[in-house]
Every structure is written in structure tokens, then in C-alpha cells.
């Protein structure tokens, strides 16, 4: 959700989001966002999370990725206008969106993460 956040005020902020009602737009990209983070800076995590973890939460995009890239092919459409080769000079400009949001997938998710394991709680559940 904070990649979403990022990703909306970096590339979307001034886009007609078609049919998408204005209230639900506030919620999901700036309300939601915000919420997700203060949850994870006043619940943070029992345990102490590493690389793994945070690698693990790139799965879901990567296969997002693709599945949005063959289903646009195939339909000629996009849901973001970064990922359409049309609008940002073919495959190589979608190359270049798409590992920029990664990176932010990645450096949020460190940053996140890190901050996580500073404020962690200890785990207080009894342990064999």
C-alpha cells in the first residue's frame, strides 16, 4: 500500500481515473496508504523480519507485471498508462517504469522493514 501511495502521487495524481468514484479514489490512494504505514510504525512486527521476507513480497507485483503485460497484448488494455508500450515508447519505456517501481518496492519495503525491527515488540508468547 505504500508503493501504491507513491506510485499515485508520482504518475497518477493528474490522471482521469475514468468511472473511479472521488471518494473511493482519496481512500485507496492517500487514506489507505498513510494508515497502512502508522499500523506498521504502532504494531510493528513480534518477530524480527529479514531479506527473505522482503523478498517474498516482490512475488505478487512481478506476477502482476506479467499478467497485466500479456493480458494488454492481448485486449490492447492497460490499467495504468506507464504499463501501456503505446503511451511510453513500446516495451523498453515499460522496462523502464517497471523497474523504477521495483526499486521503490524494494527500497520502501527495506526502509519499512528496518524500521519494523527497531520498534519490534518482543514476542511475550511461551515458547517450548
Known amino acids: 500500500m505504500t508503493v501504491v501511495g507513491i506510485v499515485f502521487a508520482i504518475l497518477l495524481r493528474d490522471t482521469d481515473l475514468g468511472s473511479l468514484l472521488p471518494w473511493v479514489n482519496v481512500v485507496l490512494h492517500y487514506v489507505m496508504p498513510c494508515v497502512v504505514v502508522l499500523d506498521w510504525l504502532l504494531q510493528p512486527p513480534r518477530m524480527k523480519l529479514g531479506t527473505r521476507q522482503l523478498l517474498s513480497c516482490q512475488i505478487f507485483p512481478a506476477f502482476y507485471l506479467a499478467y497485466v503485460l500479456i493480458r494488454g497484448s ?23 517504469y517497471a523497474m523504477g517501481i521495483a526499486a521503490t518496492f524494494l527500497i520502501s519495503g527495506w526502509g519499512l522493514l528496518t524500521l519494523g525491527n527497531k520498534l519490534r515488540r518482543p514476542d511475550t508468547s511461551s515458547r517450548p
Open 74 to 96: 492481448m485486449t490492447g488494455w492497460y490499467p495504468y498508462p506507464f504499463l501501456d508500450p503505446g503511451n511510453v515508447g513500446g516495451y523498453g519505456g515499460v522496462a523502464v
